[in-house]
């Protein structure tokens, strides 16, 4: 299977796929949901279904090579294959990334808060302060335990805490300036 034909363009969700076999080694479907929910998933939530579609379909591209267990369970494990690692570094050179996805609910009710009451809108920005100090919390708490190592891990969690710091800023703002 490995190397047929032109790869379609490979999604975000495809490209975590791959990169966190290539990270950890292979791995199956259940291994793959917990990697996501310790890494990326802060910031690329993926849904488990998808975690157990993926990998098979990239073994069907030759990305992946999919082995079944003979005993026990017959867990299904997929390992990253030539034209997995050569589609991740392809991934990983090109510099252009669409653009970012942004999906908050809060930002959805602040947009329509013109058709509730005011109180909502303290109410909502108090809420959102506090749940985004508790990110905030929770990078600078993970970054420090980095230490002065400059890992792509330390480097994401600066970028956390500065988003995190700006919403914090905004919606305690808005919830200042709407009382």
Do not use: N
Not at 90 to 113: I, M, N, S, V, Y
Not at 144 to 156: F, H, K, P, V, Y
């Amino acid at each position: 299977m490995e190397g047929r034909g032109q790869v379609p363009e490979l999604t975000p969700p495809d490209c975590v796929v791959l990169g966190l076999i290539a990270r950890h080694g292979a791995m199956t479907p259940y291994e793959l949901k917990a990697k996501v929910e310790e890494s990326v998933d802060y910031f690329w939530p993926i849904p488990h279904a998808q975690l157990y579609r993926i990998p098979a379909r990239l073994a069907q591209l030759g990305l992946l090579r999919e082995e079944t267990e003979h005993t026990g369970r017959r867990r299904r494990v997929f390992h990253l294959t030539d034209a997995g690692h050569t589609a991740l570094t392809r991934w990983l050179a090109d510099p252009h990334a669409p653009e970012p996805e942004t999906r908050d609910p809060a930002q959805l009710k602040l947009f329509f808060a013109d058709l509730g009451d005011a109180g909502d809108v303290v109410a909502l920005a108090r809420e959102q302060a506090a749940q985004h100090r508790r990110w905030l919390e929770l990078y600078t708490s993970r970054h420090a335990e980095l230490g002065a190592r400059q890992t792509s891990r330390a480097r994401l969690l600066k970028l956390a805490i500065l988003h995190e710091q700006a919403y914090v800023e905004f919606w305690e703002s808005l919830s200042e300036d709407a009382t």
